[in-house]
């Protein structure tokens, strides 16, 4: 089993920048799938980032491909996204998710194929 903490939410102005962390306990961090996900007011949670579980592959939402960037830290349990050019629609709480198996193909965008969740994180982006 693994926890999930995120930090780094806040409140940014349109344009800015925020880098979100998501530490995770256990010793296995390095074979979890990893991902991001985020929910706005009244919205269904979506999907925003994911890094597989072994190997350099990413996977992007396309409203965020070419701003955010999904990285992990093996060695601190410690996965990041950096947002840039953040935008009003990005407000959002935002998850991070992990799963202890392999992930292919769909299976990075669909919130239920992760069994561990983060409490979130509130990013607000005014304009």
């Known amino acids: 089993q693994v926890q999930l903490v995120e930090a780094g939410g806040g409140l940014v102005q349109a344009g800015g920048s925020l880098r979100l962390s998501c530490a995770a306990s256990g010793r296995t961090f390095s074979s979890y799938t990893m991902g991001w996900f985020r929910q706005a007011p009244g919205k269904e949670r979506e999907f925003v980032a994911a890094?597989?579980?072994?190997?350099?592959?990413?996977y992007y939402a396309d409203s965020v491909k070419g701003r955010f960037t999904i990285s992990r830290d093996n060695a601190k349990n410690t996965m990041y996204l950096q947002m840039n050019s953040l935008k009003p629609e990005d407000t959002a709480v935002y998850y991070c998710?992990?799963?202890?198996?392999?992930?292919?193909?769909?299976?990075?965008?669909?919130?239920?194929?992760?069994?561990?969740w983060g409490q979130g994180t509130q990013v607000t982006v005014s304009s």
């Open positions: 890094r597989s579980r072994s190997g350099p592959s990413t």
């Open positions: 998710a992990a799963d202890p198996t392999s992930f292919s193909g769909s299976t990075y965008y669909r919130d239920y194929e992760y069994d561990y």
